[in-house]
């Protein structure tokens, strides 16, 4: 059976798409779906379907496949996406290129790497907790996403990377503007502004190479093996764009979750140690990244009962996945002491985020600094009242007010 139905993802999706889960979950798990910028695709929103589906050589990622595909449908032209910031990086590619390709970082994202970065992440978020305090000495409010939540991840991307801190807030106007529904032309200057700064840096970094991640890549050989320097701008696009977007609204959208939920805010205040697996949790109950970027049918899937024809877009529902009720009761209840393992928050398969132990170790420094720091931590603005970024790839809180 193939479905006919199109809905239209425009409208109060951003602000709760929720509800819309729900009713697909029910009614229509594979569904299709037109998308903001014109875009008509298929939408999996049952867990028991996403999950293997990240992991489906026949769903494929190659940019260059993607965007013939796009290129045959009838939205304007010159529409810009995501996904052409990335073209050719690890995110968009399929064995044996993102073999190749996540190779050469794999060794920066170790388990043993990523812990011996604790004391640094640890001295950022005291230095921004103790920004944070001198602001609201007044008893002003203060924004957790300007002052917190944005700089811990940036600062530590672009310290790997090697970025000059003057040019680090760049960034978050750019990526802020290239995952969002902005007019196509906005995002295309963005794109075009971030691309051309970083073949720059690239560029320094083979003439200069340094002790950073960035310089790392750029140099990269392995097995005779090497990185073209476009390969090296997107891999540096992705990094950043990933490393810091992720950990933003992890602790922007786990902050919100924690002061709209006081009995689960008082539980971790009682027990921190159990503020790693209320990370997890964050990740499924609220979690960073909406929908999956985009893959394609190499040839004819079923999922659901629903067959998905050769040569169509099939964006997977991580959210939704993470808050179906036949994996996970009571999902839209936060619990921080929920066994929430199995997510898909992080994708799932070779696709599966590389920054992933980076991002739950910045989350578990941040919350344990909040929670230490600023034990009256309330919010200053009605939840009703927050507004959500206007994307389908992210999701998160534009802003969160708070009294310290």
């Not at 050719?88 to 190749?100: A, C, I």
């Not at 499924?284 to 079923?302: F, I, K, Q």
């Not at 996970?328 to 928050?345: C, F, I, K, M």
Request: some cysteine.
């Amino acid at each position: 059976m193939t479905q006919s139905t199109t809905i239209d993802l425009l409208g109060p999706f951003f602000d709760d798409p929720d509800e819309l889960y729900q009713r697909l979950r029910r009614e229509s798990p594979v569904v299709r779906v037109t998308l903001p910028t014109g875009l008509n695709a298929w939408m999996v929103t049952r867990f028991a379907d996403v999950r293997p589906a990240l992991r489906d050589p026949r769903l494929a990622k190659n940019a260059a496949h993607v965007a013939d595909i796009i290129e045959r449908q009838p939205i304007p032209h010159g529409q810009y996406r995501f996904e052409d910031v990335l073209s050719p990086s690890m995110l968009n590619s399929d064995p044996p290129d993102h073999t190749r390709l996540r190779k050469l970082v794999t060794r920066a994202f170790t388990g043993r790497a990523i812990a011996q970065m604790r004391p640094r992440i640890e001295e950022i978020a005291d230095r921004l907790a103790d920004t944070m305090r001198a602001k609201a000495a007044g008893g002003e409010t203060v924004d957790v996403i300007d002052e917190f939540a944005f700089p811990l991840p940036m600062t530590v991307i672009c310290e790997l990377l090697g970025v000059p801190d003057g040019e680090r807030d760049d960034f978050r106007a750019w990526s802020n503007t290239v995952l969002s529904v902005s007019a196509s032309h906005e995002r295309i200057a963005a794109a075009t502004a971030m691309h051309d700064y970083l073949a720059r840096l690239v560029s320094d970094k083979a003439a200069h190479p340094g002790e950073d991640i960035l310089s790392a890549i750029v140099q990269a050989a392995e097995e005779g093996d090497s990185l073209s320097t476009g390969e090296a701008i997107s891999m540096a696009q992705l990094l950043i764009v990933a490393g810091h977007e992720t950990t933003v609204n992890l602790i922007g959208n786990g902050v919100l979750a924690l002061l709209r939920h006081p009995d689960q805010l008082a539980a971790l205040r009682t027990d921190p140690s159990l503020i790693p697996n209320a990370v997890e949790e964050f990740l499924r109950v609220e979690g960073p990244v909406n929908l999956a970027t985009l893959r394609y049918t190499t040839e004819p899937v079923e999922l659901a009962g629903t067959t998905i024809p050769e040569g169509e877009i099939v964006l997977l529902s991580l959210i939704s996945a993470n808050r179906d009720p036949d994996r996970y009761p009571e999902p839209t209840e936060l619990d921080v002491h929920r066994d929430a393992s199995g997510h898909v928050a992080f994708g799932y398969g070779i696709h599966h985020c590389l920054g992933a132990p980076l991002a739950r170790l910045e989350g578990e420094i941040a919350f344990r600094t909040l929670l230490r720091r600023f034990p009256d931590l309330t919010l200053a603005e009605e939840p009703e009242r927050l507004a959500w970024r206007q994307s389908t790839l992210i999701h998160g809180v534009t802003r969160l007010p708070v009294h310290l």
